[in-house]
């Protein structure tokens, strides 16, 4: 067992090399698909919110990097590890995974059809990762200033969603279950740029304005309070999901400087605020 695990170790690192090679920021799994590095916080009597900036391994996906001394060293403190995790939502690729699950007893391809009907889009030929339980990773790219949350369910019964903060067990991996292994003819491709229609569904249901006197009478006063809600962590999403419903709502143009103002004052930068209004323009089939 000792000489099997050490080659799965061996080949998991090379599998999350090549990975690497590719821009996957990548992280050693355990045979349970969990983290192989434990926290070095766990016997703190009151550990401090930590992701890594103590500098040691163990924070989970926040470990993930594409530096090969790094993985290497990442490996070398976990030599137990025979997979290894893809975080998502980081560049290059701003990796989002849509995991078709089987083990719900829904048909999750099914599922995903039928959305893709519903809603208008059509999936790309992508990256696709064959999972031991007989699901599917379909492994697509978001654009860079939209954050994608996980998310279990929420799309269809039996379609889980790997967005920023998660990881996508890479194929090579051995696990307690078996060898995740990319689908025949996908292997060399890059992750496809998700579809729009699907990016929209994808991102976190908003929570409702409060409403006030202008809101109720300007749809686009709304949206600039919905903006301004926003709390650190989610102004870029709040923004970007606002500036796709000021484009559906044909007032786009009009609310671009109003939801410019709301933004920075949130704290994004203008730069950064012009530039998630263009990709939402681009992303409803306008132009910025």
């Known amino acids: 067992m000792a000489t099997t695990d050490r080659q799965a170790t061996t080949l998991a690192l090379a599998h999350a090399l090549s990975a690497a090679e590719r821009g996957l920021a990548v992280i050693p799994l355990s045979r349970t698909k969990l983290p192989a590095l434990r926290s070095p916080h766990r016997d703190d009597p009151d550990p401090a919110p930590c992701h890594g900036e103590c500098g040691r391994f163990g924070h989970g996906v926040y470990d993930a990097s594409a530096d090969p001394a790094r993985i290497r060293a990442l490996f070398a403190a976990a030599p137990w590890a025979t997979g290894y995790g893809i975080a998502c ?9 849509i995991d078709l699950d089987t083990k719900s007893g829904t048909d999750s391809s099914a599922a ?35 954050v994608i949350p996980n998310s279990a369910g929420r799309l269809a019964p039996g379609i889980d969603i790997r967005g920023a903060g998660g990881y996508l067990v890479g194929p090579g991996s051995r696990t307690e279950h078996g060898v995740y292994g990319t689908a025949p003819g996908t292997a060399h491709l890059a992750p496809a740029v998700c579809p729009p229609a699907l ?57 671009v400087d109003p939801l410019v103002d709301a933004a920075r004052n949130t704290g994004l930068s203008e730069h950064e605020a012009r530039a998630a209004i263009a990709s939402a323009a681009r992303m409803t089939g306008h132009h910025p």
Do not use: K, M
């Not at 939502?89 to 995974?97: A, R």
């Not at 809603?119 to 992508?126: A, S």
């Not at 409702?208 to 650190?232: E, I, Y």
């Open 89 to 97: 939502g980081l560049p290059p690729h701003h990796l989002i995974g």
């Open 112 to 146: 995903l059809r039928e959305l893709a009907l519903r809603h208008l889009f059509t999936i790309p030929e992508t990256v696709v990762v064959l999972t031991p339980s007989g699901g599917r990773h379909l492994w697509l790219s978001g654009p860079p200033d939209v």
């Open 199 to 255: 990016l929209r569904l994808l991102l976190p249901p908003p929570r409702p304005a409060r409403p006030t006197p202008s809101a109720t009478g300007d749809r686009g006063q709304g949206l600039v309070q919905f903006v301004l809600a926003a709390h650190p962590g989610q102004r870029n999403t709040r923004l970007f999901w606002a500036a796709c419903r000021a484009y559906e709502n044909g007032i786009g143009p009009a609310l």
